[in-house]
């Protein structure tokens, strides 16, 4: 089976421009969760969605945003990047809800964005 | 803030060393704890997770969940060269989230 697919792979934009991250999960997982990862630390929680719905948020501003379409595929879009915005973005998909009492979250291979 | 914590390391074993890596973590009400080996460059990759409290074996790697003390540990056992990587441990909590901790190097020495 296919796991946790991503794309694009690399990216680079510039200060103040959009960008839209693409996740698949993996088949039969109905949650999909976004988190960054910059260099030296662990992933930090972005978002969680469960059957198209919003079900968690972390700490991050509201340029940040996130969906989850019929097939439980995600995208996560950025506004008005800021160069503090580059990071690797990784997508993980569980079962049902991750966090609490379990569903373990499977990571696909991120996207590394860069902002100059 | 809810918080996990981890030792940077690097943590340097000889290969077929015994590698302990631990982990504690802040908030009493978790419920579910996960440790991620990642490589350079690479995603995390799930390598155990744990629920309730004791020991959880599987292959080479046990996992040990000590609620009480709020602390999470990692065992690897014959540690081979390509255990080398960052292992980090996640936490998750009543927000269905997962809290990951900065990582643990480990470095295994042929």
């Known amino acids: 089976d296919a796991g946790v697919t991503q794309s694009p792979t690399h990216l680079i934009k510039t200060r103040g421009q959009h960008v839209t991250l693409r996740c698949s999960p993996i088949?039969?997982?109905?949650?999909v969760s976004w988190y960054q990862q910059v260099l030296g630390q662990g992933p930090q929680f972005i978002f969680q969605?469960?059957?198209?719905?919003?079900?968690g948020r972390g700490n991050f501003p509201d340029r940040f945003s996130a969906r989850q379409f019929p097939n439980y595929s995600s995208e996560l879009n950025v506004n008005a990047l800021l160069l503090g915005d580059s990071a690797l973005y990784l997508c993980?998909?569980?079962?049902?809800?991750?966090?609490?009492?379990?569903?373990?979250?499977?990571f696909g291979p991120g996207t590394r964005l860069t902002v100059t | 803030q809810k918080e996990v914590e981890q030792n940077s390391g690097p943590l340097s074993v000889p290969e077929g060393a015994i590698a302990s890596l631990n982990c504690t973590y802040s908030?009493?009400?978790?419920?579910?704890f996960f440790w991620y080996r990642q490589y350079s460059g690479k995603s995390p990759e799930l390598i155990m997770f744990?629920?309730?409290?004791g020991d959880k074996e599987d292959g080479r790697f046990t996992a040990q969940l000590n609620k009480a003390s709020q602390y999470v540990s990692l065992l690897i056992r014959d540690s081979q060269p390509s255990d080398s990587a960052t292992y980090l441990c996640?936490?998750?909590?009543?927000?269905?989230?997962?809290?990951f901790g900065s990582g643990t190097r480990l470095l295994v020495r042929p």
């Open positions: 908030d009493r009400g978790s419920q579910s």
């Open positions: 969605y469960y059957e198209k719905e919003e079900r």
């Open positions: 993980a998909s569980s079962f049902a809800l991750a966090g609490e009492f379990g569903y373990e979250q499977y």
């Open positions: 996640a936490v998750g909590d009543s927000s269905y989230k997962l809290i």
């Open positions: 088949s039969g997982h109905k949650s």
């Open positions: 744990i629920y309730s409290n």
